[in-house]
């Protein structure tokens, strides 16, 4: 790798370039139809989410009419404003420690080999493959024991153990791309090994630290499985759980969940689409070497 | 003089060197400790954990030994192959899930008028949560839905489908939501690895008068291989365990155990039925199952370095 690590996969490397002009021919015109074909089938969600939360329970029914009904009462079935502000503190908590953590961890791995460093990081990273409901039952238990699950932090601190293999594995090879004299300069500059991190590691990470953030993020905002075991006081349920325990109750209001599910969908969709380079960086790390 | 001179230079540097090099070392153990200390008691504690009682009766409180005959019988439970058989079917959605974000991936490539805009909005169900996507999907399957008012208006009145309240095609509904939340993060990658074809080698095929999809076979896909095995991969991974969402609230496993997948039967028979030594069981079937995934995956990788 060079310098700097930074897998530089031409991500939509073209953007800026200006599109060649190019003739309109029959088989463009056709090339045109399909992709909003495509359109049409990936905009279907928020179609469905739109047009039905403007419906009232009976105008849903019978098929007819728009009203905002839904949206009015709606936080007299779903508490979204809490539970938004829930999943933002439950994102907020596990990504910080997932950054420290894996920034440390990948710096240490990278650059400050130590005895079976390579073997410690190999099995760090190869936790990456195992799934949550692996070792489900044991965790719940383990941590209800602690007595964690009665705030926030039993579902951060899975969420951060989940996230900490890929986020160590980012940062590693990240940071094997920063030369050796950069670090040693440091050491004899008298910064110590924490002061290397904090001045001279943290400003050229920021994009491995934008990488892991929106990933993260959207794992954590779109999870209902730690949500819903690990945090078991109601009033502070992140939002997908509180639609999903909405969607399973036996009375409950179409319009009314779309609605919520609209307003869930939001934070992320926005995250995503002003950080989607990062994104694909953070998908492609493995492979763009 | 000049050579007991460089002895003793030599000397104090070795003992420089060490020292740092200590230093450095346990720099090292610090930095990395927490990060390990987190996935060790997190996940491979648990693993120990879910071994032993994966062979005891457990309701989550008190646990009793029985032995590892807890396996050969849980084997003999027809919950357990119906739930991996419809994990082994959910697998034939894996192509569909590869094929169609590849041909969407070459469709954008075609650098159509208004490309940049499509992509953002191929990509953007991508930020939605599973959760809130099978909500959609019930909405589109639903006995009064999108499905069924599709299939009136093409002129079929007499058919109207229940896909997903009947047990021969409920997998066949879940299977076509995965496909559908799949289609952006493998288009994605699709995408990015074509962004890394250098065109001078499209622009010499086409010169030497290979056609479209001579170009797309024996330039395109080569160079996409590592990008087609990343999204393999991400795609089986996810089939066996990122399927929890959609199951839960568009069938919650049902009807009968039609939807019911590996990953759901663990959450099904620890936290609805109360057997927790026979959920770790399967949840380390399902352990099983993704190692070897990950076996094959580091065998594909090394195969090309």
């Known amino acids: 790798m060079t310098a700097l690590a930074e897998p530089e996969v031409p991500v939509f490397a073209d953007d800026d370039a200006p599109s060649p002009k190019r003739r309109v021919t029959p088989f463009r015109v056709v090339l045109f139809a399909l992709m909003v074909g495509v359109a049409i089938v990936m905009l279907y969600p928020f179609w469905v989410m739109v047009t039905v939360s403007i419906k009232s329970e009976q105008q849903y029914l019978s098929g007819h009419g728009f009203s905002l009904d839904s949206w009015k009462t709606l936080t007299q079935v779903l508490p979204v404003g809490q ?76 969420y951060a153990a989940l996230g900490t293999p890929f986020s160590t594995f980012l940062f590693a090879t990240y940071f094997r791309g920063v030369p050796d004299e950069l670090i040693e300069a440091g050491i004899v500059d008298g910064l110590g090994y924490f002061g290397v991190v904090r001045r001279l590691i943290l400003p050229i990470a920021v994009p491995a630290i934008a990488t892991v953030t929106v990933l993260q993020f959207i794992q954590i905002w779109d999870d209902l499985l730690v949500g819903l075991l690990f945090i078991q006081d109601q009033s502070l349920r992140p939002i997908t759980v509180g639609l999903a325990a909405l969607a399973s109750g036996r009375t409950t209001s179409i319009p009314q969940l779309m609605a919520g599910s609209l307003i869930s969908a939001i934070p992320a969709m926005v995250v995503y689409l002003g950080f989607q380079r990062y994104l694909v960086r953070g998908l492609t790390m493995g492979i763009s070497k | 003089m000049t050579v007991s001179g460089e002895v003793g230079l030599q000397h104090v540097s070795w003992w420089g060197r060490r020292t740092l090099a200590q230093r450095r070392q346990l720099a090292g153990v610090c930095f990395a400790a927490p990060a390990v200390a987190l996935v060790v008691a997190l996940i491979a504690i648990p693993i120990g954990q879910a071994v032993y009682y994966s062979m005891t009766n457990w309701d989550g409180i008190t646990a009793t030994w029985i032995g590892p005959s807890t396996w050969s019988q849980a084997f003999h439970n027809p919950t357990l192959w119906q739930a991996l ?145 990343l999204a393999f991969v991400l795609t089986v991974v996810s089939a066996f365990s990122a ?26 028979t620890g936290f609805q039925q109360g057997q927790f030594g026979t959920a770790a069981l399967y949840g380390l079937i399902l352990f099983i199952i993704m190692a070897l995934v990950g076996i094959v995956q580091l065998r594909l990788i090394g195969s090309n370095e």
């Open chain 1, 83 to 158: 539970q938004v502000l829930n999943s933002t503190v439950i994102c907020a908590m596990s990504i910080l420690v997932i950054l420290i953590v894996g920034m440390s961890a990948g710096f240490a791995f990278a650059k400050l080999r130590f005895k079976m460093s390579n073997l410690v990081f190999l099995a760090v990273v190869s936790a990456m493959m195992i799934p949550l409901q692996a070792i489900l039952m044991p965790e719940f238990v383990n941590v209800t024991k602690v007595g964690l699950t009665n705030g926030y932090f039993g579902a951060v601190l899975v």
């Open chain 2, 85 to 229: 058989e419809n994990n082994a079917k959910l697998l034939i959605a894996v192509p569909f899930a590869l094929g169609i974000p590849l041909a969407i991936a070459v469709l954008l490539h075609q650098r159509v008028a208004g490309w940049r805009i499509f992509r953002s909005i191929y990509f953007l169900p991508t930020a939605i949560s599973w959760v809130v996507l099978g909500l959609v999907a019930e909405q589109f399957f639903a006995y009064g839905g999108t499905l069924n008012s599709i299939i009136h208006h093409l002129g079929l009145s007499s058919v109207t489908t229940n896909l997903l309240g009947q047990e021969s095609t409920a997998l066949l509904a879940l299977g076509i939501t995965f496909v559908f939340t799949m289609i952006g993060t493998n288009t994605m990658l699709f995408l990015t690895g074509m962004a890394t074809l250098d065109p001078s080698l499209e622009e010499a095929a086409r010169v030497d008068g290979a056609g479209r999809w001579r170009i797309f076979v024996s330039v395109m896909l080569p160079h996409l291989k590592r990008f087609i095995q």
């Open chain 2, 243 to 268: 399927l929890f969402s959609l199951i839960f609230v568009m069938t919650g496993g049902g009807p009968g155990y039609a939807t019911t997948t590996l990953e759901f039967l663990v959450y099904q």
